[in-house]
């Protein structure tokens, strides 16, 4: 029995080795018959074989007549300064077929040289003009940021998203939307935008997607695309399906979406849509805080105005305040920051919520963790809380929510902000 399972093992192996050459074998074959079918190669080798038969020419018709042909490298010498259009001149040939055969080589030389410079001035062109209508694939590019969607005044936008985020580089934003190539070629020609890549599709097509290497995005940001003739329904029901398709290709990335109707909301915090955008709502607020006759929508204007450094700002609590409470973390503060509450729920949410479903279940407890689920399915991305009490407990993944006014040196002695006074003597004048 020992004996023939050693028979059997060898004959396994033996078996493996022979395949594992026929599959080596088969992959050269197949390699070889793919070169060969190639008309380039086919070309190439034409070529090759026409040059080297006018050197075997030039070297029998000349090492007899000229003294300057000895050896065939000086015919492979002169045939190669001849059809690269150099010409020396230190060797010539004497005979007329070593002569007919120079000029056969330098016309096979000029032809040849500039069938290829035409083939690569073609190819550069044809990858510029892909680039320029947003017809690329992009590979080589990671931790870059997606912004999906065009609606107008999107120069506008663009431009507060870049000094929103200065720590971007052009080179790591890319532009994915189908708007009209005229409204495109506002943004390809200014100069502020020079650098940023455009990609021309649907964004809610996954292959659209992978063309601008979703898989290694770092953010997206999907506006409600006015690109086409949509309704207002199909704008947000467009916007959900984009952030499904996202969070299907690369569920770690953070997604921030703007929708036009708030019953969409819904959908998109089951999606794990990191950020929602109610634009309508937005502006609502805003009339009706004008209607209250208290400047409340002037107040809000600064806090949330990307020109200027003052207002509302985000910012990150040190690891060694989490668990502590909003008390210590207060009172560590120092500067002109104005702490005024928490964003709990930070970061991508699909990580957050699969964080909190590992913590929930950690207990042995049946009751602790049902209720550690039901409090999951409560969980809200990016959750401001305004004003904790001072026993609040900082958690895992929290920022600080500041208010930031100018400093001292941007005042007068009375108090007027130096920019208002400023502006007022200019009107003045």
């Not at 050693?6 to 050269?28: A, D, G």
């Not at 077929?97 to 062109?125: E, M, N, P, Q, Y």
């Not at 997607?209 to 997206?220: D, W």
């Amino acid at each position: 029995m020992a004996r023939m399972k050693k028979l059997r093992k060898k004959n396994i192996e033996q078996t493996k080795f022979l395949y594992k050459e026929q599959t080596v074998f088969s992959k050269i074959l197949n390699f070889f018959s793919r070169l060969f079918s190639d008309y380039v190669f086919k070309a190439v080798l034409a070529l090759i074989v026409v040059f080297f038969a006018l050197i075997f020419v030039i070297f029998i018709s000349e090492q007899h007549s000229n003294s300057r042909v000895n050896t065939f490298f000086d015919a492979f010498w002169y045939s190669l300064v001849t059809i690269t259009t150099v010409g020396y001149g230190d060797i010539t040939p004497a005979t007329f077929i070593g002569r007919f055969a120079g000029i056969i080589l330098l016309l096979f030389g000029v032809i040849t040289f500039a069938g290829i410079s035409g083939k690569v001035a073609s190819v550069l062109f044809d990858m510029q003009r892909k680039k320029d209508r947003g017809f690329i694939r992009l590979k080589k590019i990671k931790h870059h940021f997606l912004i999906c969607g065009w609606k107008p005044n999107f120069d506008k936008i663009l431009s507060g998203i870049l000094l929103t985020n200065p720590d971007i580089p052009l080179d790591h934003i890319v532009l994915i939307n189908t708007a009209d190539p005229q409204n495109m070629e506002v943004i390809k020609t200014d100069k502020r935008f020079k650098g940023i890549t455009y990609i021309f599709g649907d964004h809610t097509d996954e292959e659209t997607l992978k063309r601008a290497n979703i898989e290694l995005a770092e953010r997206v940001l999907i506006l409600a695309d006015y690109s086409q003739n949509f309704s207002d329904m199909e704008i947000d029901s467009r916007t959900v399906l984009a952030v499904l398709t996202i969070g299907n290709l690369n569920p770690n990335i953070y997604t921030a979406a703007e929708i036009i109707d708030t019953k969409f909301e819904r959908h998109l915090s089951v999606a794990n849509c990191d950020e929602v955008i109610l634009t309508t709502d937005y502006e609502r607020s805003f009339i009706v805080s004008a209607s209250s006759g208290t400047g409340l929508s002037h107040v809000l204007y600064e806090l949330i105005n990307e020109s200027t450094e003052d207002g509302l700002v985000i910012s990150d609590i040190d690891k060694s305040f989490i668990g502590k409470s909003y008390r210590e973390y207060r009172r560590s503060l120092t500067g002109g920051r104005v702490l005024i509450g928490i964003l709990e729920n930070t970061g991508n949410f699909y990580n957050r919520r699969r964080e909190a479903l590992s913590e929930a279940q950690r207990t042995t407890n049946i009751k602790e963790v049902v209720s550690n689920l039901k409090r999951l399915k409560t969980l809200k991305s990016n959750l401001p809380v305004l004003t904790p009490p001072d026993e609040y407990i900082i958690k895992a993944n929290s920022r600080g929510i500041f208010v930031v006014g100018r400093k001292r040196n941007e005042f007068t002695s009375d108090g007027s902000a130096l920019n208002q006074v400023i502006e007022d003597e200019e009107d003045g004048n």
